[in-house]
């Protein structure tokens, strides 16, 4: 790809007038210089369409009324035009060179669809935070277009902000399944493993502000406690049931990720526990996609049971 090639920068926004502009200056601020900033405002109530008029011709505004991650990320990559398309949450920065550092990388390693990178943290101040998170350890290349149809990831995915596409990879994947609300990125993450190999590099690239509302990424302190637990199981679960009606050869790896998850409620004790369950059960299940699916789902819950009965002995 020409170094001079248009880049897409999609902003997501909900609610976070607070943030956006430090997102949309990073954005604009760097050190590439041939980009679109394209801000998807998803029906926020708060100051942000202030902020995002404030911009001008700056950047592509698309307002569109509440209706979650995905839809904003379809809104977004519809309406633009470039040939890497960079996602950026409206609590996030970019650094100054992400851009520019991501574009030598894809030329370095030609046939890369995905290229992603590991992420600074700061709090809602924007002081740094550092805490025990997993990181990309060494720059490695994964094609995962065999493996994924095997039932195996074989690599850590960072979140949104630390996620850059070929237009082409994302173009297989979008538009998603628009009742995934929050944490569409994983949809992302998982699918693009079966179109292209995928680059991950250990350098800091962008800055992920951690506020106590975040659906994943979160401090020791924070990540404890079951409701959250309960919740990411529930999304997963969403988000696994609509990988495997869209994308059929991910069904190994599907309905392995569905036998964790039904563990996981089975073994916390709570009545909510008992109610998400059932849920889950008679909206997302995957167990009737195919008859080895049940296979799968078993021995991944089998397996799971084990090690969290080996964990409880050893604690003991």
């Known amino acids: 790809m020409p170094s001079s090639s248009l880049v897409s920068?999609?902003?997501?926004?909900?609610?976070?007038?607070?943030?956006?502009?430090?997102?949309?200056?990073?954005?604009?601020?760097?050190?590439?210089?041939?980009?679109?900033?394209?801000?998807?405002?998803?029906?926020?109530?708060?100051?942000?369409?202030?902020?995002?008029?404030?911009?001008?011709?700056?950047?592509?505004?698309?307002?569109?009324?509440?209706?979650?991650?995905?839809?904003?990320?379809?809104?977004?990559?519809?309406?633009?035009?470039?040939q890497w398309i960079f996602l950026l949450d409206s609590d996030d920065l970019f650094l100054p060179q992400k851009i520019q550092r991501v574009l030598q990388l894809a030329d370095q390693n030609p046939g890369v669809?995905?290229?992603?990178?590991?992420?600074?943290?700061?709090?809602?101040?924007?002081?740094?935070?550092?805490?025990?998170?997993?990181?990309?350890?060494?720059?490695?290349?994964?094609?995962?277009?065999?493996?994924v149809r095997q039932g195996k990831v074989g690599m850590f995915f960072?979140?949104?902000?630390?996620?850059?596409?070929?237009?082409?990879?994302?173009?297989?994947?979008?538009?998603?399944?628009?009742?995934?609300?929050?944490?569409?990125?994983?949809?992302?993450?998982?699918?693009?493993?079966?179109?292209s190999p995928v680059l991950a590099t250990p350098e800091n690239l962008a800055r992920q502000r951690i506020h106590g509302a975040n659906a994943y990424t979160c401090t020791p302190l924070e990540a404890a406690g079951e409701a959250r637990e309960l919740r990411r199981a529930v999304v997963n679960a969403q988000v696994g049931f609509h990988l495997i009606k869209r994308h059929p050869l991910l069904r190994k790896l599907i309905c392995k990720q569905y036998g964790h998850i039904l563990y996981r409620l089975l073994s916390a004790k709570s009545e909510k526990a008992g109610e998400l369950r059932s849920h889950v059960k008679s909206h997302y299940s995957v167990v009737n996609s195919s008859p080895l699916c049940l296979i799968y789902v078993a021995g991944a819950f089998t397996k799971a049971f084990v090690k969290g009965f080996m964990g409880t002995k050893v604690h003991a």
């Open 9 to 82: 920068i999609l902003i997501n926004n909900y609610n976070y007038g607070h943030f956006l502009k430090d997102a949309i200056d990073s954005a604009l601020c760097q050190t590439y210089a041939n980009i679109e900033v394209i801000v998807v405002d998803d029906g926020s109530t708060d100051n942000s369409r202030e902020v995002i008029d404030g911009y001008g011709s700056q950047v592509v505004p698309v307002l569109k009324e509440n209706g979650g991650q995905a839809s904003a990320f379809n809104a977004g990559f519809a309406a633009s035009k470039g």
């Open 113 to 147: 669809g995905m290229i992603v990178h590991n992420l600074e943290y700061c709090g809602v101040d924007g002081k740094p935070i550092v805490f025990d998170a997993p990181v990309i350890a060494q720059q490695k290349l994964v094609d995962g277009r065999k493996s």
């Open 158 to 195: 960072p979140a949104t902000s630390a996620l850059c596409f070929q237009r082409e990879v994302l173009h297989q994947m979008l538009p998603m399944p628009e009742e995934i609300r929050i944490t569409a990125d994983n949809y992302l993450k998982i699918a693009a493993l079966l179109y």
